[in-house]
């Protein structure tokens, strides 16, 4: 089959994932986040099944030529990726030898104005990934200014999240995108040719913070790494792609605490090495960049890091302990 990366969509480090899956003919693999499809097209020139999961039901509805022209190796399953564990099951399928995820927004929603992820072009203030509940003008136009301070605070890692926040409420109400940019920027007094380092637009962490939260992203990293621990075979592999600190932090401390790299415990906490469950993950792979040529070709790069570990035949760990990831 044409395994053409689709225009719209660059995967970032394509290569290093598809090397860290390691997939071979007729194994089964999971895309966790199918987006415009650029990894489950390489990951089916390999022979392998593969179930890609998306919440957005243009990339489901999109996706559908893949499928088409997949030979019956591929099927697409609208649902989070959280939920790949129950979704696989209901499809006779318990374990798979690769799992595949992207974490955060995709191109595809960022070039698209309507979907009102970017404030790079003109569009309603959006953001929902599944299209659906409340979105970011519903909660921008509700909310109370402390609990928008922070939501930008904690998911922007902004330390200006007060003073955003009452500028939006004096604001509102608040409809498009441009409009929140340029409350941001006046908030902060952002002159892009001023001071050093002033060429980064102070709105791309105000997005970043009310995405997340709408979208309960880092939750759903949480819940979707636990879900791809109990669902990979012994021997499996684990690759994840990540694009910022608040991300890459929760991957690490999972590949590290589930790989038994997990610092021991103290006088004061005696009991963290010993009550651990056995490692589910052998030690994780060197975290990986991309290099410079891949950054030259797409800027949207500039910020991810690949980490990846294969399974081993411990259980999984338990709920109880997934909740400290």
């Given at each position: ?258 790989g038994g790299q997990m610092p021991g415990g103290s006088r004061h906490l005696p009991e963290a090495a010993h009550n651990a469950p056995p490692a589910s993950f052998d030690k994780p792979a060197k975290p990986i960049r991309p290099a410079q040529a891949e950054l030259d070709r797409n800027p949207r790069a500039r910020s991810a890091t690949l980490r990846s570990a294969r399974r081993n035949g411990a259980p999984p760990w338990p709920a109880a302990r997934r909740a400290s990831v």
């Open positions: 089959m044409n395994a053409a990366v689709d225009s719209r969509h660059a995967p970032v480090l394509l290569d290093e994932v598809i090397a860290a899956l390691d997939l071979a003919v007729d194994e089964i693999h999971v895309d966790a986040t199918f987006g415009a499809g650029g990894y489950t097209r390489a990951m089916l020139s390999s022979g392998a099944k593969i179930y890609a999961f998306d919440r957005d039901p243009d990339a489901i509805a999109e996706g559908a030529a893949l499928v088409a022209e997949s030979d019956g190796r591929l099927e697409l399953v609208a649902r989070r990726f959280s939920e790949m564990r129950d979704a696989l099951s209901e499809r006779g399928v318990e374990q798979v030898d690769g799992v595949a995820m992207d974490i955060g927004v995709s191109s595809m929603q960022l070039d698209r104005a309507e979907r009102g992820f970017s404030f790079q072009a003109e569009g309603p203030l959006d953001m929902r990934m599944e299209q659906d509940g409340e979105s970011a003008a519903d909660f921008l136009n509700t909310a109370d200014e402390a609990i928008i301070a922070d939501i930008i605070y904690a998911y922007g890692e902004e330390r200006r999240s007060r003073r955003i926040a009452h500028a939006i409420v004096e604001a509102r109400p608040i409809e498009t995108t441009s409009q929140l940019a340029a409350i941001v920027r006046k908030a902060v007094g952002y002159k892009p040719y001023g001071s050093k380092g002033a060429n980064k637009d102070p709105a791309t962490r105000t997005f970043q913070a009310i995405r997340i939260h709408l979208n309960r992203e880092l939750d759903e990293l949480r819940d979707g790494l636990a879900a791809a621990e109990a669902v990979l075979a012994p021997g499996g592999r684990l690759a994840v792609v990540t694009f910022h600190s608040l991300e890459d932090r929760i991957v690490k401390q999972f590949l590290r605490e589930r």
